[in-house]
């Protein structure tokens, strides 16, 4: 196990002295696990599992989580806040949704409840997502950009794909997306197209780590692109 924590540059150092200051048996359970994860991630590389570029996402990703224990676990429950009860769970959203549509959920439930505060509703509600169509979720973080070329492509050189998550790269998109003179609906619609790949290789949704851009918690966000097929909602009361 040890070897494989060198997936992470200091992992050992940094934990030695988390043990020796912090006593925190949930956070230690949650810096074994990542340990585990990291040991695996290298074995793979060294099987041809995963490509150098995957391994390098995964070292980057794995040092981004032991920086905010708060990311390291998935406990597969999300939630979802909004001012305005939802009558239909397939609608995309609105322009606000950088990544594209479908229904953005988080696993911190408290972030759920403060965007019950936002948009012009009157009737705060939070949700729960019960997964009706179970599947695996497209990590954005780990997953290489060239994943997006088809799309991207037209716009950038292979060279530019090389070392990039896919969640850089779409953030990278938007931001010069101006430059290029396409509008935000045009943007949009790239990024869903991307995802509709990824759905139809079988994954229900897309995941990030949330509070990046806007420098606020950092949470587990979830987007599951095709709601009406794959979720249900479940009214939470009393959201944390």
């Not at 972030?111 to 954005?140: D, F, H």
């Not at 292979?158 to 969640?167: P, V």
Request: glycine share 10%; aromatic share 10%.
């Amino acid at each position: 196990m040890g070897c494989g924590t060198q997936i992470v540059p200091n992992f050992n150092e940094y934990n030695k002295v988390y043990k020796r200051d912090v006593k925190n048996p949930a956070l230690e359970m949650k810096m074994n696990q990542l340990m585990l994860e990291s040991a695996r991630r290298k074995s793979q590389f060294k099987a041809g599992v995963i490509s150098s570029n995957e391994y390098a996402l995964s070292t980057k990703d794995i040092k981004y989580r032991r920086d905010n224990p708060d990311l390291i676990e998935d406990t597969n429950e999300y939630f979802h806040g909004t001012s305005t009860p939802i009558k239909d769970v397939g609608y995309s959203g609105g322009e606000k949704n950088i990544y594209g549509s479908g229904l953005y959920t988080t696993m911190n439930s408290g972030v759920a409840y403060k965007y019950t505060k936002k948009g012009k509703g009157t009737q705060p509600i939070v949700y729960k997502i019960i997964e009706t169509n179970p599947g695996p979720s497209l990590n954005l973080e780990t997953t290489p950009a060239s994943f997006g070329k088809e799309m991207l492509g037209k716009e950038y050189d292979n060279e530019w794909f090389e070392g990039k998550s896919l969640r850089e790269a779409l953030d990278e998109y938007r931001d010069d997306s101006k430059g290029f003179g396409i509008p935000a609906w045009e943007v949009k619609e790239d990024i869903d197209t991307v995802f509709e790949k990824a759905y139809q290789q079988g994954y229900k949704s897309v995941t990030h780590y949330g509070g990046r851009l806007t420098g606020g918690v950092k949470h587990r966000v979830k987007i599951f692109t095709h709601p009406a097929d794959d979720i249900k909602l479940k009214q939470v009361s009393n959201p944390k």
